[in-house]
């Protein structure tokens, strides 16, 4: 005879409980292949399958600068506070996104040099 705690919910064989989420198998002939290694045990820096040190590896970062030809209506779009945003720079015709409105736009070389700028307000200037 089955005994049934009080409180216990009874789930039938056929139907699936939607409380608990279906258990997750992995085994050999699972869509693992063999260059995949079972690891048992994780330390709090994750395995270690690296024969260089931490020490030995650096971060590079890569910065490009794009400038943007707007010919003259720019300086009404761009406001204090609206949001832009570049999209598609690797594709042959990029957009820019400056509030509600896109522009499509090409790449050409420069003529001339640019020069970009970084402008720092001066704390001890009032102004």
Known sequence: ??????GAQLVSPS???TDLPPPTVVNNSGPLDS??????QL???GP??????????ECEAEEE?????????GHRLIRNGVEC????????????RIGDNIFRGDWTEPVG?????NVEKDPSFRG
Do not use: C, K, Y
Request: glycine share 4%.
């Open 35 to 40: 260059s995949w290694n079972r690891v048992s």
């Open 1 to 6: 005879m089955n005994t049934v705690q009080p």
């Open 15 to 17: 139907a699936p409980s």
């Open 85 to 96: 945003a570049l999209i598609g720079l690797e594709s042959s015709s990029p957009h820019l």
């Open 48 to 57: 270690s399958t690296s024969t260089q040190s931490d020490t030995e590896w």
């Open 113 to 117: 040099t640019d020069i970009h700028l």
């Open 65 to 73: 600068l794009v400038t943007l030809d707007l010919s003259g209506f």
């Open 43 to 45: 330390s709090e820096d």
